[in-house]
């Protein structure tokens, strides 16, 4: 199926040709007045440089005006072998069609609402034949059915039609495009970026990323520059001050000679500081006791961290390098990467 884009919007097209595997652009007087379009013939001529294909209107009341349009658009510039000319069904529309595919152009009837206007379009041997699916279904036609007719009148008669899924709302019409078998579809850029969109893909991609972050990324590399500690003779009051510099719940507590001896959090804060304020505040660090600190290498992969976390449900753990306080993990800044699900 041939995937075409709808639009006028010369900022979108420009954007959904990168994808590089568009057939082609539709687009109508209609969409240029909505965008505020007044050179008409500049942007035709315009889009006729950045798409592959081409679709415009050739307008007229009559069969030669039809046809006389269309020769007045090749002499804007256009390939002939890149354009395909649009036209609304009827009896002139389709007569010019005729003549238009006797002269070597490419034509889309298009405006079809019934198998009879899409069987005169194929009989007059039309590119594409463009029932507008939307419109039909806004008024409670069965949209689908005359669909699916077109598409087995194409193949049963042989004929050199194309049909053309157009008026598109929603990735579902997409889906239904498929499902018949159409031959080309028509889609504006809206419902285009939707189609590669899935709850269960946006998932799954998700896990990919955190897989990959946890098996590429060194701890030291996701710690903040914050390295909050305090020394054994430093105040509780020193490493309240610590904490909230660095908007860590935790503060490493050093001995003489730099090394870890501990690590002192904010949850330890909060249980002791109702007893007495004042003297608590100015007791030092050498007053408490404290268990061994959890810690990890900052050359370690990051999943080394997230495991330490998960078995033994801590806040933060200690980053160090060659035994040197380098910094701290907290456990919410994993979380707010999703890290730890």
């Known amino acids: ?29 209609t969409f240029m007045h909505r965008h505020g379009i007044t050179d008409v013939d500049g942007t035709i001529v315009r889009l006729s440089k950045i798409v592959p294909v081409l679709q415009i209107e050739a307008l007229g009341d009559t069969s030669e005006e039809i046809v006389k349009e269309a020769h007045r658009l090749i002499g804007l510039g256009l390939d002939k ?23 070597g152009m490419r034509v889309n ?22 029932p507008l699916v939307g419109r039909l279904q806004d008024e409670g036609h069965d949209a689908l059915a ?17 049909i053309m899924f157009s008026s598109v709302r929603h990735p579902e019409h997409v889906r239904n495009a498929i499902n018949i078998g159409v031959h080309t579809c028509t889609v504006p850029w809206k419902v285009m970026k939707q189609l590669t969109e899935n709850s269960f893909t946006t998932v799954g991609i998700r896990e990919f990323e955190i897989h990959t ?3 590429t990324t060194r701890v030291k590399e996701i710690i903040r520059e914050a390295k909050p500690a305090v020394r054994l003779k430093d105040t509780v009051f020193d490493a309240m001050v610590q904490m909230t510099d660095s908007r860590l719940g935790a503060v490493a507590v050093l001995d003489n000679s730099g090394r870890v001896t501990g690590i002192f959090t904010d949850g330890d804060l909060r ?59 907290d456990v919410q800044d994993l979380i707010k990467q999703d890290l730890l699900s």
Request: charged share 25%.
């Open 109 to 130: 009837v298009h405006l079809v609402y019934t198998l009879q206007q899409a069987y005169m379009a194929m009989a007059a041997g039309a590119d594409y034949v463009c």
């Open 213 to 215: 972050q946890l098996m």
């Open 146 to 162: 005359l669909i699916e007719q077109c598409v087995e009148a194409v193949e049963f008669y042989g004929y050199d039609t194309k």
């Open 81 to 103: 072998g890149k354009t395909v000319f649009k036209t609304p069904v009827s009896l002139e529309g389709v007569r010019a069609c005729k003549q238009m595919k006797d002269e």
């Open 271 to 329: 249980r002791q500081l109702n007893r007495d304020p004042e003297s608590f505040m100015n007791k030092k660090m050498s007053d408490f006791s404290y268990n061994p600190p959890l810690t990890v290498s900052g050359d370690e992969l990051l999943y080394q961290a997230v495991k330490i976390f998960k078995d033994r449900q801590v806040d933060n753990i200690i980053v160090l390098d060659n035994d040197e306080f380098i910094g701290m993990i």
């Open 1 to 29: 199926m041939e995937l075409y884009l709808d639009s006028a919007d010369i900022k979108e097209i420009e954007e959904a040709f990168k994808l590089g595997f568009l057939a082609g652009l539709t687009t109508t007087p």
